[in-house]
Every structure is written in structure tokens, then in C-alpha cells.
Nanobody
Framework: QVQLVESGGGLVQAGGSLRLSCAAS??????MGWFRQPPGKEREFVAA????????RYADAVKGRFTISRDNAKNTVYLQLNTLKPEDTAVYYC??????????????WGQGTQVTVSS
């Protein structure tokens, strides 16, 4: 079964930190990424990482605050969220990319985990 299982979301005060995890099963994806959907808004790109873990890409809104990483032995991708702002409040989705890499659309999505940042 192809599945992405996310954890780590929750409530945090502005300026605080969270670490999101996404464990993949049933298939190992190459590039992995994170997207988010704020309340009442469209889903937006947050960060992505290549299969090797060497190449990364970030949305301007999170650059310098969030860090994406992966542990290929555990088939898990992480998103470290630092210096959180209220505008970071969203449902965060893990994503796996197909053979075209992270410049293309993801091929599979996690269920989403809620991150709420209080002001």
C-alpha cells in the first residue's frame, strides 16, 4: 500500500518551533516535499528535497526559517519549522514526487497535519 503518514503538528506560540515527520510505506519516492493549505486558501508549495537529500528548494515565505531533510534508511522526510508566525497556520501535507522530480507535480499526498500558530 502506498501511504505517507505524517506527525508532529500541533499548537505553538509565535516564535516557537515544530518538527513535522512523514514516513513513507509501500513505495520509496525519489524527491519529497511539503505543501500547506492555510484556512480559506489554496494549497501552496513549502519545500522540497531531492532523492539524495543534497538539493533543496524553499518557498520565499519560509526560506531561512524552515528546513527540509530526509533519512533514506527510514524512508522518512522531515520539516523543521522555526520562528513560526501566525501566517504559517495551515494544514501541512507531505508529498512524494514521481520520476520528473520536484519541478513537477507530486504523485502522492499524505493526509495532512494541522499546524496552528498563535499570535
Amino acid at each position: 500500500q502506498v501511504q505517507l503518514v505524517e506527525s508532529g503538528g500541533g499548537l505553538v506560540q509565535a516564535g516557537g518551533s515544530l518538527r513535522l515527520s512523514c514516513a513513507a510505506s509501500g513505495r520509496r519516492w525519489n524527491a519529497m516535499g511539503w505543501f500547506r493549505q492555510p484556512p480559506g486558501k489554496e494549497r501552496e508549495f513549502v519545500a522540497a528535497i531531492s532523492g539524495s537529500g543534497i538539493s533543496t528548494r524553499y518557498a520565499d515565505a519560509v526560506k531561512g526559517r524552515f528546513t527540509i531533510s530526509r533519512d533514506n534508511a527510514k524512508n522518512t522526510v522531515y520539516l523543521q519549522l522555526n520562528t513560526l508566525k501566525p501566517e504559517d497556520t495551515a494544514v501541512y501535507y507531505c508529498a512524494g514526487y514521481g520520476s520528473s522530480g520536484y519541478d513537477a507535480n507530486p504523485g502522492v499526498w499524505g493526509q495532512g497535519t494541522q499546524v496552528t500558530v498563535s499570535s
